[in-house]
């Protein structure tokens, strides 16, 4: 079974601080990696994909990814209250399919 | 506007009794996917089509179905639901070419199977 796992929190950071996302990924042959946001009661929205080791970064958004420690993470800069939501990890397993294995989400809360 | 739309967003049902799901996305999008979404155990992939007539399962494909006969559509049909259907549904869809980048998402389905 394909897993990708993710602390479930909540993580609580305050306004102006980074907050740190951490996933790990089981399948060593995955390829594709991607960052979803979910507020409460709404539907998925992606923030940001990566494909190679390193780290790309997007606004006040950077990931970062290590595949030989199958290691995926998201840092959000001068975290805000409106960045508090449930962030998901999804991975690609393998190239040219569209078969994606989300992880459960953590939740982030950030205080004014 | 460029949107996934599902229909019902909301239901109420019994077991036993056949109900589709139906989800329409106008972007052309070549790729299209069914999640479910439960507490504790996230986004699990039900089924995913790569094109007209080309279905797969996803992790979690017992009791549901899916046709695509048409690259804007993408229905889900539970024959027989049952209590353990309960969840909130989400279709998705993507342009294609790399993969899955950038699913958009439906604004999902509330399911209740009493």
């Known amino acids: 079974q394909k897993e990708v796992e993710q602390n479930s929190g909540p993580l609580s950071v305050p306004e102006g601080a980074i907050a740190s996302l951490n996933c790990t990924y089981s399948d060593r042959g995955s390829q594709s990696f991607f960052w979803y946001r979910q507020y409460s009661g709404k539907s998925p929205e992606l923030i940001m994909s990566?494909?190679?080791?390193g780290d790309k970064e997007d606004g006040r958004f950077t990931a970062q990814l290590n595949k030989a420690s199958q290691y995926v993470s998201l840092l959000i800069r001068d975290s805000q209250p409106s960045d508090s939501a449930t962030y998901l990890c999804a991975v690609n397993p393998y190239t040219g399919g569209f078969k994606t294995i989300f992880g459960a989400g953590t939740r982030l809360f950030v205080k004014a | 506007e460029a949107q996934v739309t599902q229909n019902p967003r909301y239901l109420i049902t019994v077991t036993g009794k056949k109900l589709t799901v139906t989800c329409s996305q106008n972007m052309n999008h070549e790729y299209m996917s069914w999640y479910r979404q439960d507490p504790g155990l996230g986004l699990r992939q039900i089924y995913y089509?790569?094109?007209?007539?080309?279905?797969d399962k996803g992790d979690v494909p017992e009791g549901y179905k899916v046709s695509r006969k048409e690259k804007r559509n993408f229905p889900l049909i539970l024959e027989s639901p049952s209590p353990n259907q309960t969840s909130l549904y989400f279709c998705?869809?993507?342009?294609?070419?790399?993969?899955?980048?950038?699913?958009?998402f439906g604004p999902g389905t509330r399911l209740t199977v009493l």
């Open positions: 990566i494909y190679s080791n």
């Open positions: 998705a869809s993507s342009p294609g070419g790399r993969s899955t980048d950038t699913q958009y």
């Open positions: 089509s790569m094109n007209v007539e080309v279905t």
